[in-house]
């Protein structure tokens, strides 16, 4: 337990269920006189929002933030920033039914058996709606990063369909509701996904985020690497089961002289990289190119498909997972993604300021 | 930096440069009265000790380790463990030629750039030399682990060389120089690695570490999370490139009815799983399933083909690196992983049981 | 910054300004299945609620504590307790004076030096109105911490004036307003303030917290021991400028012979302290006897005499502050100690769990 | 346990006991490009190095420090600074008769208790024998606060006799075994101290340390306030049990009126303050004055008087402690108080530059 905080000097703790009055973050370590307002944190929470497509879960949330602290005259003060969403639309009623079941690939099964109890309207704490803090507390991130460093994300698979990275193209990613890059595959995943959709099961999909603008020097080897912050970062969101940085996986079938990044003097002699196989990080320290970061999202675990489960008396049953869910959580996972990129950024970038001061 | 130390209850810190006088790690929330002598600790660093076979680097490295404080009498007091190995084969003359460029896919550039001076001996503390201290505070984890819990580690690919897993045994792990779990695979192997030796080539591989034992409850939702506590462990060792648990990246094309790790009542009643698609971990908290991990370690960087590269003066030059190294890193990452995976575990039992003694 | 959070497996996170629309603390590590519910909190707020005496400021604030998370039905989940305490008496405008002085003694000129802005309504961050937040997670450590350990405090001190000790008494503490221990004190107490409170001046106060019924073995040597981490828990509060444990500094004038607490077998062969000069602890260790620490609380800076200041400008100026303020800021902050002393023990007691023998 | 740890960004960790082989800190979070070398450390160390005057405990011991790691060609490289000490004067069998007996005031009682075993040659871990390594520690921090900042300690008092403060001399505290600014008292002390040596009893002290030239914002509130840190820090030095800031417990008997430190604009305009009873901190930051501290030692527990203890068979008996002790264990605090106080500064300063606004 305790585990509810992230980052270290840009520290923020999250807190709050599913069905609970209300989520909320506490973000502390910002610094001051940056200009804060609900305004420049209520869009992102917009795009991760539920309801907004027919392939995502028709939840009903306004998700309002309201901050708490922290801000004097549209000003951070250096003092925590608590931000707080309610819950509106929680329906508890739709879960009544799985109070006394394990639903196959949730927590209903470890937390119970951690805890002793658990939140069972719609997963409680482990319920995806907590990335919802996560979009805020990236938010703040974004104005500590500065116009400077954009991070931005997209979903580049689904299921087996894969982007045509020769068709990427980032202005298309605000154009389908799926963050898709390519517009073409984007037409093709919304058949593919409807026909998910209707059949009542789910699919799995792979985002993909990219930081442009970071300065060399982010990350502190050996523990506190930039690319092992940003493993534990996007590992820890809700149905991620792997990471992989610049090629990922697929550096382990190259040779030596495939995989080196090649260097050459710039205009001015600076170094200049002639690729980015390493995803922008070297010893765990950032080199200057984009940092790109992919995750692999599993299929949503609520089905309308019956799966063989137990019961708390430790009987067997079946449970099919009615209510609203998202046919594919990668989509809402874009958001996330990037807010997590945005805070493990902003956090060791004041860690680098730390050091380079003297 | 002050990133040295990895853990919270059993935390390690790691010192030392690949040609300084000597490593070590200190291990502090070691709990008292467990048997420890540097007999339990060397079995583990020989497994890793390079200079074995023609496969790895011939750098003679006895790495014995001292046990500097934390026993008395044969048994941990509960106070620091201190654990040294003096470095003995240093040959800083084979670097010396390399002092002035930075290294294709080495972190000299990034290394240069943070701290505006770097150890170039060997790479200094990028050292994969370090790793002999994660062993180290591995051998150390794996006692407060007990015997009922099993932390192995097996090589499941090299390039696209991939193992049989209907081959799978886990007692050929140590008949091979590979810890290639696969008799013929390895044998194969053998074949393909001579060549990329010979030609001064290098070559990429994938790391698989399983734990069985693990109790259910292990993990501290939702940013403590035993998967991205687990993720941030692989992606700091050197080289590593991506993580997955489980079924990992495949997920992402998996349907909800085939990703669902299904549950039927054991002979007493309680749950048993019927598949373990997750990796033994839901919520980010064991299941007490085996816990399954796997990362892509990228092929050595340093090779005997020229790479463009810039000197220290920003000017064009091409560099080869001479000196001993290995021809695939990944072989003698597989002790690391099993290391860093002992010290997640022993990690969150500790913090595990300070919230059942009730 | 980032500092706005105590303990490491019982952690509490403290958010909100004097002024702003709440305040509020999230309690991270508290164990599942305690029984918790705002009737548990309140009366400890109640206790260092202002405006219950004409010894305390009259500004008046319910103090009513609603619980966000981490509770369902009735129970603790293990999951982040959040609770928000909402600002009603704000009366902004009684600050407007000292907007643009830096008041002698209060934070002002170092936030605004530190932070480059500082919220001037009442303080704002750095507003003794934060500790309701502490107290607030004092009353979530006490259900940690169960009945068999008891956690009370006193006011030892006003002015010169001290308690009698043969007179002690802890019925009494709650039979005056300035939880004396001592009846014949008290009512010399209540004379003395008066005056002090008439002529808007104001007096510093020692205060002193007990622990009773403390396991031996609570505190981890050498920098987490358990009085080095009361010294910080207690020198956070507001005002506080020392702190001492079981003799404190009167051990600065006693011979070895004179200040050892010597020992004797128990009924049961056990072993029996004959004094406790040590405050209940040893080498930073519990020793099972009262955990005994003392604090100095400074005089209020509000005073109605004027003093000498600046103003932003860097010119000379007077200030006066008028408001309502605390004729002795150490009456209230004897249920802040208590709450400090209460969380120190709960995160050490959770600590202990962590290392002992299963 | 793993409470071996001190500072966040600045942060050491320190290993072993009295009577092992040796012992050590490990400095994380040092900037590189320090100029560093043993000889930077050994003046410090030799300061606190025993058996320098019949004052102190005559085991004798170089206290010679190695620098393993961390720096290259004279400089820090930004990787952690492993120090090392070896113990060459152990005498083990001076402690052979106390190993199944409790000595009041030490802490064998509780690690007994705790841990289930102990060292107990010489204390072991708990022995102030690891102020070496904070002393080294400290030596290091001084490197980080540069010229600018001086960290000075001094003994202001020894049993019941106190500096006269009229008389204050820094220099004096070079002159004298006692570390004493007052060359009187030095010389009234000397006969006092010879008669409690004689008697084979001992004394205790109060320590005071000035930093000077202190820049205004160390400190991070609300938990991590600079006063705070402070408190822990000197606190968990060996025997201390009382802490204080400023003119600390005197302030609980002052008027508002008497301790407001009031302000002035300077020759620039720039606020000054005419007095400095804060002791240099307000609000837990730093207002730019001295920073003042004051800790008192109590006397050493290791007397020749014959004291009531019991063994470990839980009989009672009675302990005699001979072997080589101080008579005043605050004459050598003086200069571990003066490392903990340049490690808790240059953690804050470091801390700071990561928020001073680019």
Redesign the interface.
């Known amino acids: ?11 923020f ?5 599913s069905h ?5 973050v ?1 973000v ?6 940056l200009d804060l307002s609900e305004a420049d944190i209520q869009p992102w929470l917009d795009k991760r929002r539920p309801g907004q497509s027919k392939y995502t879960t028709q939840r009903q949330e306004p998700d309002q933030v309201k901050i ?3 801000v ?1 005259e549209g ?1 951070t ?6 931000l707080m969403i309610e819950n509106t639309d929680q329906r508890s009623k739709d879960y009544s039914e799985i109070a006394g079941k ?1 639903r ?4 209903d ?3 119970w ?7 069972y309207r719609g997963g ?3 319920s995806a709606r ?1 990335t919802a803090c996560r979009v805020a507390a990236g938010a703040v991130a974004r104005k500590v990063l500065g116009s400077g460093i954009q991070v931005r994300g997209a979903l580049v ?4 369909h894969k982007v045509d990275r020769s068709r990427w193209d980032w202005a298309e990613v605000d154009n389908n509701p799926f963050f898709c890059p390519d517009a073409q595959a984007a037409a093709e995943w919304a058949t593919y996904l409807d026909g ?1 959709r209707k059949s009542g ?6 985002v993909e985020v990219v930081a442009s603008g970071v300065p ?2 982010l ?7 930039l ?10 969101i809700n149905a991620v ?25 710039g205009p001015n ?3 200049e990289f ?1 690729s980015n196989q ?2 922008g990080i ?6 200057g190119q984009d940092v790109v970061v992919r995750f ?8 309308l ?1 019956p ?4 019961n708390l ?4 049953t079946d449970i099919l997972t009615k209510g609203r869910h998202d046919p594919c959580v ?1 989509i809402r996972a874009v958001p996330v993604g990037e807010a997590m990129m945005a805070c493990v950024l902003a956090d060791h970038l ?9």
């Open positions: 337990m305790a585990g509810n905080s992230f980052g270290t000097l840009f520290r703790t999250t807190w709050g269920e609970g009055p209300a989520i909320g506490v502390d370590g910002c610094p001051s006189l708490l602290s922290g004097f000003k003060t250096g003092t925590p920033v608590s394990f196959p690939g949730h927590a099964y470890t937390y058996n951690k805890y002793g109890i658990r939140d409680g704490r482990s907590e698979q689904i299921g087996p998910i099961s789910s699919i799995g999909a792979v060399v020097g990350g502190d080897p050996l523990y506190d690497k690319d092992g912050d940003l493993a534990r970062a996007m590992m820890t089961k792997g990471v992989e940085i610049g090629n990922g996986f697929e550096a382990a079938t190259l040779t030596g002289e495939q995989n080196a990044d090649e260097m050459r003097a002699g600076e170094p002639l390493a995803g070297l010893g765990g320290i950032s080199t692999a999202v599993k299929p949503t675990s609520s089905i498909t799966r063989h489960t137990v008396d430790g009987q067997d990668g004041l860690r680098h300021r730390a050091y380079t001061r003297g």
